[in-house]
């Protein structure tokens, strides 16, 4: 098969219903001079902001002036100089991404229509062709015409989606406007565009999983090849599979049907490299090449990469109450860590694989090994999972249903469902990241308790409990498939937390409010959403606020601000700061307020990774909400912002999520001191543990050898409660760190009085070179020491505290001046 690339440079021209009618721009000889450049793949509010129509979406109330372009009608043109062979074979326009409502154009002719972004439109035009120039027009809108007709009573709740109806439309579902999202209706050709021509048969799919022995010394890697022959009558045909990393390769004779038709082949590998998530071990990946031989010579091939392991979910029964949930790879058990991964652009067609492998680097380096694709965004593209490949991340992916009800009793709604199931599970079926299929975001919960089995009940039930798995079984049996997020088993209310996955909003957006110390009790199996708000980094509030613009509550920053801050009286992140530092936001400076909201941001989620790291594996995951941004916002959940700036929580999060760790926690009459070592190897070293004073000197302090089991979570020590009230405990907290080689490697604490009743002493910070190291010490307690209050500077660590006499060290070029510490926590600022 032969292709030839339509990207480029089209022409686009929006229509109202008053100046011109599209149909007349379809057609030859259509006066382009009231077109502008579009580049495709793309987005129309990405040329309107070249060619100075909008400004940049992301900047000020840009967004919500541009509101006008989903309302349009757009015409899309181009030429192109189709090749003899095109014109005398068997050939397609292919679409891989057309966003939304499209009619499609050749010579002025219509040629087909297509009405679904997460899968792609093929249209034969055989006997269309001519030789030379062809125009090529598409006729598209964003959805909201489309759906115009369609009843929105007992579907759409929300007032945003009794007007956009975006039960329907089979495009991302967080454009309508999330919380931590404006509402920017997306439309456009978003993804690339060909000409494709064959003269025998050409490969349209290829499934590709592995099934790993019990005793790992075998594997088979099973291929399905979905070819199709273009002739009216069957071919004799030689389907080859080849996987030159492990020097196998088989073969068949087959007999190809007119149409499409589907081959299973196989090849077994000895001795097979297995793929692991970090830290569990290496990620080798092999290639597997699927060929078509007709008369002796190639028709269409194809490759794609992949990698050997097992995957299952263990939901043994819990030995308290329940069941557990642990992923396993490889037969191990592995602690999921990590955040919920939204789409990396409210401009879906704007990320590049370079983007997507900075993010998914980051999240490496913030100790991640896995990721939750949210049900509200995009299926993921595969040069994101390429990259989580690669470094090991693995992917829990949401069919792409959230918080809504859907038309799964429309018969035309279903069929499209269909179609685009089967087309993600057999494209991503490849990549051995991806470990986890589940039917859609928090709509068994909405069946529970939103009401959702009145007007219209469940109408949607069948696409998550019988369609999409009976797709599952028939396309890709390696992966476990889950209904719902959460989910429990046998009736269980799915917000359970001793069974099935959690999403603990109890804290934040429930009875917990802004008191993160909540999570402290929570039992959660596989918690899966769950997270604290926090200001972004200045850096970006200066690039998105305009000037004049730079404070709380002027009209850009509450447009860029999260939702959920409006939930309720008061405000969440200013009821955080009067909770935990006892401050009104009109008490604070602008840049002091921004401070003290991501310092917050970052002790919360602190606290709720070691609440479940330490629990490893009676909880088997701590996976926030949420990772990464889709614009630049005012507060929001992340760790990185949209400019990939670190927010001051992402070095809290990575030392909470380093794979060798320490624990220490407050219960009721002691403190009890956890090691958890994620591993595969035991770890040997010391820990030191005790009370400290704030002012200084150590009450109690505890050394001791010790050993971490390898893939466990190990008690190490206890101090008696009694201890720490003697020291007063609004003067002193309790502390543990790991010691190898005299070094300590990690440490933390934790407190029972809040900060705003803690009796802090003034900071005395002294910074010293040692070596490729600068090494931070105070005689005094100093919370939250901060290097880069913009998130900018690629320094090794930040946001960590000084305990009394205990030296921090952090990796710092020799070759580099020391660092200037900026501010901290506890009253210092320089």
Not at 654 to 677: L, Q, S, T, W
Not at 680 to 696: D, M, N, Q, S, Y
Not at 778 to 800: Q, Y
């Amino acid at each position: 098969m032969r292709t030839l690339s339509l990207n480029g440079t089209w022409k686009v021209r929006g229509f109202d219903g008053q100046h011109g009618s599209p149909e007349t721009y379809v057609v030859e000889g259509a006066d382009e001079r009231i077109f502008i450049d579009a580049v495709v793949p793309g987005d129309v509010h990405l040329d309107l902001e070249r060619a100075s129509i909008i400004g940049d979406c992301n900047i000020g109330l840009n967004a919500q002036n541009a509101r006008w372009v989903e309302t349009q009608v757009w015409v899309y043109r181009t030429q192109f100089a189709a090749p003899k062979e095109a014109v005398a074979q068997h050939a397609w326009l292919v679409f891989d991404g057309l966003d939304l409502n499209a009619v499609v154009y050749l010579n002025g002719q219509e040629i087909g229509r297509h009405d679904n972004a997460f899968c792609p439109c093929r249209l034969d035009v055989s006997g269309k062709l001519r030789e030379g120039e062809n125009l090529l027009a598409v006729r598209i809108e964003s959805g909201l015409y489309g759906a115009a007709d369609k009843p929105a009573a007992g579907y759409c709740d929300q007032l945003a989606d009794l007007q956009c109806k975006r039960s329907w439309l089979r495009k991302p579902q967080y454009q309508f406007s999330w919380d931590w999202n404006p509402h920017l209706i997306n439309v456009g050709i978003f993804k690339p565009v060909k000409l494709e021509w064959a003269e025998i048969a050409r490969i349209d799919q290829m499934t590709v999983y592995p099934e790993l022995a019990d005793d790992h010394k075998t594997a088979k890697t099973c291929v399905r090849a979905f070819v199709e022959n273009v002739r009216a009558e069957p071919v004799k045909a030689l389907i080859r599979v080849h996987v030159p990393e492990a020097g196998v390769m088989t073969e068949e004779w087959v007999e190809l049907p007119s149409g499409m038709s589907r081959h299973d082949l196989s090849v077994k590998i000895t001795d097979p490299k297995l793929w692991w998530p970090i830290p569990h071990g290496d990620q080798p990946l092999y290639t597997v090449e699927c060929e078509i031989v007709v008369d002796g010579k190639t028709a269409d091939a194809t490759s794609r990469r992949t990698g050997i392991r097992s995957i299952k979910l263990n939901t043994d029964p819990h030995p308290e109450k329940g069941d557990y949930f642990i992923l396993e790879v490889n037969g191990q058990p592995i602690f999921a860590k990590g955040g919920n991964w939204v789409p990396a652009d409210m401009i879906y067609a704007r990320p590049t694989a370079e983007h997507y492998r900075k993010l998914v680097q980051l999240a490496v380096d913030a100790n991640f090994n896995a990721l939750r694709i949210w049900g509200g965004g995009l299926y993921a593209d595969n040069a994101f999972l390429d990259a989580c490949d690669e470094l090991g991340v693995l992917v829990w992916h949401d069919f792409i249903f959230a918080c809504a009800k859907y038309p799964g009793d429309d018969s035309d709604f279903l069929n499209n469902v269909r179609r685009e199931v089967t087309f993600n599970v057999r494209d991503l079926s490849p990549h051995p990241s991806l470990m986890v299929w589940c039917g859609n975001n928090e709509l068994e919960w909405a069946a529970w308790e939103w009401g959702y089995d009145r007007v219209r009940p469940h109408p949607d039930r069948a696409l998550y409990h019988l369609e999409i798995p009976r797709i599952m079984t028939a396309e890709d049996p390696s992966r476990p498939y889950w209904p719902s997020s959460p989910y429990s088993t046998n009736y269980r209310h799915p917000k359970d937390p001793t069974t099935g996955d959690q999403h603990p909003w109890h804290v934040s957006l429930g009875a917990g409010g802004a008191d993160f110390w909540e999570y402290r009790k929570d039992v959660s199996r596989f918690p899966n959403e769950g997270g604290v708000l926090g200001a972004t980094s200045p850096a970006t509030l200066r690039q998105f606020l305009p000037e004049g613009q730079r404070n709380l509550f002027s009209p850009s920053w509450e447009f860029h601000d999260n939702a959920c801050n409006y939930w309720g009286q008061g405000g969440l992140c200013y009821q955080a700061l009067d909770l935990w530092l006892g401050k009104k936001q009109d008490d604070l400076s602008f840049d002091d307020y921004v401070f003290y909201s991501a310092v917050l941001q970052a002790e919360g989620l602190q606290e709720y990774s070691n609440n479940y790291r330490r629990r490893m594996f009676s909880s088997s995951s701590a996976i926030f909400w949420m990772y990464n941004d889709s614009w630049p916002a005012s507060h929001g959940w992340t760790i990185v912002d949209y400019y990939l700036r670190r927010k001051l929580a992402y070095h809290p999060v990575r030392r909470a999520f380093a794979p060798v760790y320490v624990i220490p926690v407050a219960m009721e009459d002691k403190v009890v001191i956890y090691g958890v070592n994620d591993t595969p190897e035991a770890w040997t070293g010391e820990v030191r543990f005790g009370i400290f004073k704030l002012a200084g000197g150590m009450p109690v302090d505890v050394t001791k050898a010790v050993v971490l089991n390898p893939n466990a979570a190990t008690i190490l020590g206890e101090v008696s409660m009694a201890e720490w009230t003697a020291a007063g405990v609004d003067a002193s907290g309790a502390f543990a760190c790991l010691v190898k080689d005299g070094v300590s490697t990690a440490q933390n604490r934790v407190f029972i009085t809040r900060f705003k009743d803690l009796k802090f002493a003034k900071p005395e910070i002294k910074v010293e070179r040692r070596g490729d190291k600068a090494v931070f010490s105070s005689p005094t307690f100093v919370w939250a020491v901060c290097l880069d209050v913009d998130g900018e500077k690629p320094i090794a660590d930040d946001i960590f505290d000084l305990l009394p006499g205990i030296e921090y060290e952090v990796a710092w070029p020799s070759d580099q001046p020391l660092p200037a510490v900026q501010r901290c926590g506890s009253g210092m600022r320089t």
